[in-house]
C-alpha cells in the first residue's frame, strides 16, 4: 500500500498527458487489432448460443459502431442496423 500516493500523481498525469507520436502504420495495426478482437468476442458469443436480449445488451454499441463504419467504407448513407442481432441459426 502506498504510503502518499499524491506524491505519484504529477509525474503520472505529466506522463499521460505529453502527445503521442504514434505513426499511421501504428495506428492502422491498431485498428486491425481491434477489429480481430471484435469479432473474436463476436464469434465466441456466438458459439455460447445466447439469447437475443444478452447479445443486444452486449454488442448493439459493436453492432451500430460497425455499420457506421460499413457505411464509411461505401460511401453512401445505410439504413440504421436492425434492432434484433444478425440472423443466427435455430439452435
Do not use: Y
Amino acid at each position: 500500500m502506498l504510503r502518499h500516493p499524491e506524491r505519484f500523481q504529477p509525474r503520472w498525469r505529466a506522463r499521460l498527458s505529453q502527445p503521442s507520436s504514434s505513426s499511421a502504420a501504428e495506428i492502422n495495426n491498431a485498428c486491425l487489432g481491434w477489429v480481430c478482437v471484435a469479432n473474436a468476442l463476436l464469434a465466441n458469443a456466438e458459439l455460447v448460443g445466447l439469447d437475443d436480449d444478452t447479445d443486444r445488451l452486449l454488442f448493439s454499441a459493436l453492432r451500430a459502431a460497425e455499420h457506421t463504419a460499413d457505411s464509411r467504407g461505401r460511401k453512401t448513407p445505410a439504413a440504421p442496423p436492425a434492432p434484433s442481432p444478425a440472423a443466427r441459426p435455430a439452435q
